[in-house]
């Protein structure tokens, strides 16, 4: 984790319909593997709140990897199967990073 002036950053936070929630699973396994691929991906994490929001963090280096990634065909595919089986809701925010800081104990 080390954050650098003019990465573009995705906060994804969905919830699940129960009954998406097992073919959410592996779509979105085939989709962690797929982003990895991709020109400009630096990492994604997953979280899930207790009440079962889940919030993923995805960072690109910079706009142009992530637009590609954006405009993936199966990536585009896994939005449109999220919508029609998989989510309750989710919202998407994406900004890019204009300031950086980071400390590791040593």
């Given at each position: 984790m080390r954050p650098e002036p003019g990465?573009?950053?995705?906060?994804?936070?969905s919830r699940l319909r129960p009954e998406g929630a097992e073919a959410y699973a592996e779509h979105a396994e085939?989709?962690?593997a797929l982003a990895r691929t991709m020109p400009g991906y630096v990492e994604h994490k997953v979280f899930t709140?207790?009440?079962g929001e889940r919030v993923t963090l995805?960072?690109?280096a910079d706009a142009e990897g992530h637009?590609?990634?954006?405009e993936d065909a199966e990536h585009r595919a896994a939005q449109r199967a999220g919508v029609e089986g998989y989510?309750?809701?989710?919202?998407i925010a994406v900004g890019t990073v204009e300031r950086a800081?980071?400390?590791?104990?040593?």
């Open positions: 990465q573009v950053i995705t906060v994804f936070r085939r989709m962690s709140a207790p009440d995805v960072t690109f637009r590609t990634w954006a989510y309750e809701q989710y919202s800081h980071a400390w590791r104990r040593a």
